[in-house]
């Protein structure tokens, strides 16, 4: 019964087998706390704390994980599902988010296949590519220096799925240049250029990138122009671009970041040559490959590789060749 008591919800975030029927604690409760608050209800009690554990895993609950990026529909979906009043919409809202998290696991299931199929051939290859979030220096911890203006510290991830490659973390800061398209798209162009040689013959060799929505850096037109360049360059003959569903872009990379953000707190950063240091000695087995992308790498690519097709929008789909 006390248990119970706590207040819970259902997770709207997952259609996992299991996680369905599985409703969730506050992320601020443990199993601990939760057993001193009963002895607390009930100082008589001589239950012991491995009686209540056994009791709680027969619930089918678990703890809620705190979340700072969450799916801006699942919640909306949610909080409509929540304020319903009828049967009618209370149906009519599962449904769209069911819709919605089909097509979240049908991009997760496609770059499985993909990288299963990149296992199996050798002329195929797939990517994954994401932004780490800004890296500041000096990241010193007296007051003084929330006062003054840090220098940020950009970091691409290339993430070539189905082989025993470590990522490649293009870095660079803001007193080079932005992030953006651009600055993406030559990324790419210096990884391509140093990974490939260009085709010879009628060879063929075929790309897949995946990546999240982001319309500043993935998402646009200057990508593209970048794959009709490697394509007339002839370092592939097929490029495809594949989109996770937004709020469910959970990619490969954010592993990679897990890994540097727990190394970045127990670091010392005082410049960007110690945040390439901080990359390259993340991990002892399999170090990320670093490349220090300078100021000459960032190219201004040629708008005349790929013609933009009157009406062509950011969220239209047409075949260009």
């Known amino acids: 019964e006390h248990i119970q008591s706590f207040p819970r919800q259902p997770n709207h975030y997952s259609r996992m087998k299991g996680d369905v029927e599985r409703e969730y604690l506050s992320p601020d409760l443990n199993l601990l706390r939760m057993y ?20 709680f895993k027969q619930q089918n609950l678990s703890f809620g994980q705190p979340r700072s990026d969450t799916c801006a529909k699942c919640d909306a979906l949610f909080s409509k599902l929540t304020a319903a009043t009828t049967d009618g919409e209370r149906l009519k809202i599962a449904t769209e988010s069911e819709l919605h998290h089909r097509k979240a696991e049908k991009a ?6 993909d990288t299963e199929w990149a296992k199996a051939n050798k002329d195929c290859h797939v990517i994954c590519i994401d932004m780490q979030g800004v ?34 973390m293009c870095l660079w800061h803001e007193g080079i ?5 651009i600055e993406v798209a030559s990324c790419l162009l210096k ?3 140093t990974s490939f040689a260009p085709l010879v013959h009628a060879k063929e060799r075929k790309l897949i990138i995946y990546s999240d929505r982001c319309c500043g850096q993935n998402n646009n037109w200057r990508v ?24 469910h872009s959970f990619l490969p990379c954010d592993r ?18 110690n ?47």
């Open 36 to 55: 001193r608050l009963y002895k607390e209800n009930n100082p008589s009690s001589t239950a012991k704390f491995w009686l209540y554990r056994d009791i």
């Open 108 to 113: 997760y299931t496609q770059l499985q296949a």
């Open 135 to 168: 890296v500041y220096t000096p990241n010193l911890t007296h007051s003084n220096v929330y006062y003054q203006r840090q220098l940020a510290n950009y970091n691409l991830c290339i993430q070539e799925m189905g082989t025993d490659n470590p990522p490649t």
């Open 177 to 181: 240049t932005h992030r953006g398209s």
């Open 191 to 193: 990884w391509v250029e």
């Open 224 to 247: 593209l122009n970048l794959m009709a360049l490697l394509v007339s360059r002839r370092y592939f003959s097929q490029i495809e671009q594949k989109f996770m569903v937004s709020g």
């Open 256 to 273: 990679s970041f897990a890994t540097l953000e727990k190394r970045r707190k127990v670091s010392t950063l005082y410049t960007p040559s």
């Open 275 to 321: 945040v390439a240091e901080m990359i390259r000695g993340a991990r002892q087995q399999h170090p990320f490959k670093v490349i220090e992308v300078a100021c000459a790498d960032f190219r201004q690519l040629p708008d005349s590789t790929l013609k933009r097709p009157p009406g062509l929008l950011i969220t239209s789909m047409m075949w260009l060749k």
